[in-house]
C-alpha cells in the first residue's frame, strides 16, 4: 500500500471549533475513500512566507 503526506493551511481567522471541524473533515474524506490517517501534526500558527488570499498567517 503506498504512503502519502497531507499538508494544508487553515485560515487563522477561524475558531479552534471551526479549525477542528475542518480537521475532521479532511480525515472523514480520507477514510471515505479507503484510507487510513495515521497521525496529526499540528503545527500551530505560522506566518507564511507570502500572502494567500491576503492573508499572511495561517
Same mark, same amino acid.
Given at each position: 500500500? $503506498?504512503s502519502? !503526506?497531507?499538508?494544508?493551511?487553515? #485560515? $487563522?481567522?477561524?475558531? #479552534? !471549533?471551526? +479549525? !477542528?471541524?475542518?480537521? $475532521? +473533515?479532511?480525515n472523514? *474524506? *480520507?477514510? #471515505? $475513500?479507503?484510507?487510513?490517517? #495515521?497521525?496529526?501534526?499540528?503545527?500551530?500558527?505560522? +506566518?507564511?512566507?507570502?500572502?494567500?488570499?491576503? +492573508?499572511? !498567517?495561517?
Open positions: 500500500m $503506498n502519502y !503526506e497531507l499538508l494544508y493551511i487553515i #485560515d $487563522n481567522d477561524l475558531s #479552534d !471549533e471551526g +479549525k !477542528e471541524a475542518i480537521v $475532521n +473533515k479532511i472523514a *474524506v *480520507v477514510t #471515505d $475513500n479507503g484510507g487510513t490517517v #495515521d497521525g496529526i501534526d499540528k503545527w500551530g500558527t505560522r +506566518k507564511l512566507a507570502y500572502a494567500i488570499n491576503y +492573508k499572511t !498567517e495561517g
